[in-house]
């Protein structure tokens, strides 16, 4: 496989809960690729789906209480994931798709030593003897830099800081050598010193490896630094899509923009003057408005967007749409019917 042909082809997934109120949809028709050794950052506010998305790709969400619906593809080394048997799925999770969870302290089993738990995955996806698998559980943690691996394979959770435990996460990840990592909120509980070094761990693996990164994040900064396309989501869809310059110097959705001017900038903030914020917030599932799902927050909404739903569409070189459906799950595409390139009197993403 080429780096010009993805590694994994997400279609019109759609995600359901049953609940006491009825079925909510909280993924809905969302749609992207991602490619050999590039990282792909999903950003939005809490409850946009994100999470959910990163689940329903590795089928970890509870039978009894959620579906995902039929015409959703999850597309995977010819396997449709999205409704392949469980037994094929038990060969593809944590060897092929590996997942480092948000909270490391609850994903990490506390009854358990870190070398055993790394050794679980190495014990059911190879075909490596003991002596062979313990050697390379010293070999993973010295590879994501914890020191004295020969000692700390042997400790358990709760005798390791945050950062070493997050470390122990990717440790388990990737001592199959995926070909997808997912990382949702890698760096979530960890200090900002602690974080940097998390993620330039991360980077520099992707780089050794080849691995494909879907990066789950709310820290932009982030974004900016590892990944290399950017899928923006919000209240369960895309709003918009693109590569991170796309994004960060030419968004085109009202949303992407506003989460962009609430970044705090270092050396621009006049004394006495309020960060910006994004005023409201995301509507409940069970209460969607009519029309975009963002009119209720938006200074710029119009009697349109009101009254009937945007649909994802590509942008064309000068901020238009192109008719042509393709490349949504790959090029830049943004669901508004005014686009911010198409209306004039709006504020940059960095006014």
Not at 43 to 55: A, I, L, N, P, R
Not at 106 to 131: C, M, R
Not at 258 to 279: F, H, N, W, Y
Not at 302 to 329: F, I, M, N, Y
Request: aromatic share 4%; proline share 7%; net charge positive.
């Amino acid at each position: 496989m080429n780096a010009t042909t993805p590694i994994l082809q997400v279609r019109n997934l759609s995600t359901c809960f049953r609940t006491d109120r009825g079925v909510v949809t909280a993924v809905d028709d969302v749609s992207f690729d991602v490619f050999p050794g590039e990282t792909l950052g999903i950003v939005g506010e809490s409850g946009c789906g994100k999470t959910v998305t990163s689940k329903s790709i590795m089928r970890l969400l509870p039978e009894r209480t959620s579906f995902i619906k039929t015409q959703s593809r999850v597309l995977f080394d010819g396997l449709n994931l999205a409704h392949a048997p469980e037994p094929e799925l038990r060969k593809i999770r944590g060897k092929r798709i590996a997942m480092i969870f948000q909270e490391p302290m609850t994903s990490l089993n506390p009854v358990f030593t870190v070398g055993w738990q790394i050794e679980e995955a190495l014990k059911y996806h190879t075909t490596l003897d003991s002596s062979a698998r313990r050697k390379r559980v010293v070999e993973m943690l010295k590879l994501v830099e914890i020191p004295n691996p020969d000692q700390r394979a042997g400790e358990y959770p709760h005798q390791l800081s945050g950062g070493m435990r997050q470390r122990v996460m990717i440790a388990i990840a990737l001592c199959c050598e995926p070909a997808i990592l997912i990382a949702d909120e890698p760096t979530t509980a960890l200090d900002v010193t602690i974080q940097a070094q998390i993620l330039q761990l991360m980077d520099g693996l992707k780089r050794r490896l080849g691995t494909a990164t879907i990066l789950i994040t709310h820290n932009l900064g982030v974004v900016a630094q590892i990944c290399d396309r950017v899928l923006v989501m919000y209240a369960g869809r895309v709003a918009e899509q693109g590569s991170v310059r796309q994004i960060f110097h030419e968004p085109q959705h009202p949303y992407t923009a506003a989460l962009l001017r609430s970044i705090p900038k270092a050396g621009r903030k006049v004394p006495g003057q309020r960060l910006s914020v994004i005023e409201g917030i995301v509507p409940s599932l069970f209460d969607l408005p009519a029309g975009c799902r963002f009119q209720g927050r938006c200074a710029f909404k119009q009697p349109r967007c009101v009254e009937q739903e945007p649909t994802l569409l590509p942008v064309g070189a000068a901020g238009g749409h192109d008719a042509s459906p393709s490349g949504l799950a790959t090029g830049r595409a943004v669901r508004c019917h005014f686009p911010i390139t198409s209306a004039p009197t709006r504020p940059s993403a960095h006014a």
